[in-house]
T-cell receptor
Framework: GAVVSQHPSWVICKSGTSVKIECRSLDFQATTMFWYRQFPKQSLMLMAT?????????EQGVEKDKFLINHASLTLSTLTVTSAHPEDSSFYICSARPGQGSGYTFGSGTRLTVV | AQTVTQSQPEMSVQEAETVTLSCTYDTSESDYYLFWYKQPPSRQMILVIRQEAYKQQNATENRFSVNFQKAAKSFSLKISDSQLGDAAMYFCAYRSPLLLGTSGSRLTFGEGTQLTVNP
């Protein structure tokens, strides 16, 4: 089946540094990738929608300069958390839809801890 | 904007029994898609079942079935013969019809229901 590979699965970084999270569609082309944030025992909150070859669309309240999204190819989208702070600690998940009539495939998520 | 509501933050069921998780949604669209996703402790999101609004027949996938009531905007999930591996957070999700030429539109998730399966 369709797979979205997300890396890293777990990262600890120091406050003020930047962290890049990658999502790759392994066996399909993803023209659109969705990035979510999830706090413990809560639902997924859509942060932004990335479209291949164009600027990402950010949800209201999401700082686009802090959460940089790049979707340079049909199989790779990245989320960079810039100048990370402890409040950015969370679980980040990407998702894409493999094709017409299918559901969405999710990456395995990245647990970010900022210390 | 569409909203999805799951009014049961937690549910529990005995192994081999049946449990029903509730979901209601609000939309002005006539054609849309509804999903149930499962998120086990690994936190990997797994598609359980999906329903196209234009289909009157309720979707089924092995032990999982839905009760789709379009007029009432209700989409409940029934899990039969519950197994220990069914323990997870379950999310109901809504998706608008696709725009021509795009590869998808966003999913709107409910708050989730934490299901515990007791042996």
């Amino acid at each position: 089946g369709a797979v979205v590979s997300q890396h890293p699965s777990w990262v600890i970084c120091k406050s003020g540094t930047s962290v890049k999270i990658e999502c790759r569609s392994l066996d399909f082309q993803a023209t659109t990738m969705f990035w979510y944030r999830q706090f413990p025992k809560q639902s997924l909150m859509l942060m932004a929608t990335s479209n291949e070859g164009s600027k990402a669309t950010y949800e209201q309240g999401v700082e686009k300069d802090k959460f940089l999204i790049n979707h340079a190819s049909l199989t790779l989208s990245t989320l960079t958390v810039t100048s990370a702070h402890p409040e950015d600690s969370s679980f980040y998940i990407c998702s894409a839809r493999p094709g017409q009539g299918s559901g969405y495939t999710f990456g395995s998520g990245t647990r970010l801890t900022v210390v | 904007a569409q909203t999805v509501t799951q009014s049961q933050p937690e549910m529990s069921v005995q192994e081999a029994e049946t449990v029903t998780l509730s979901c209601t949604y609000d939309t002005s669209e006539s054609d849309y898609y509804l999903f149930w996703y499962k998120q086990p402790p690994s936190r990997q999101m797994i598609l359980v079942i999906r329903q196209e609004a234009y289909k009157q027949q309720n979707a089924t996938e092995n032990r999982f079935s839905v009760n789709f009531q379009k007029a009432a905007k209700s989409f409940s999930l029934k899990i039969s013969d519950s197994q220990l591996g069914d323990a997870a957070m379950y999310f109901c999700a809504y998706r608008s019809p696709l725009l021509l030429g795009t590869s998808g539109s966003r999913l709107t998730f409910g708050e989730g229901t934490q299901l515990t399966v007791n042996p």
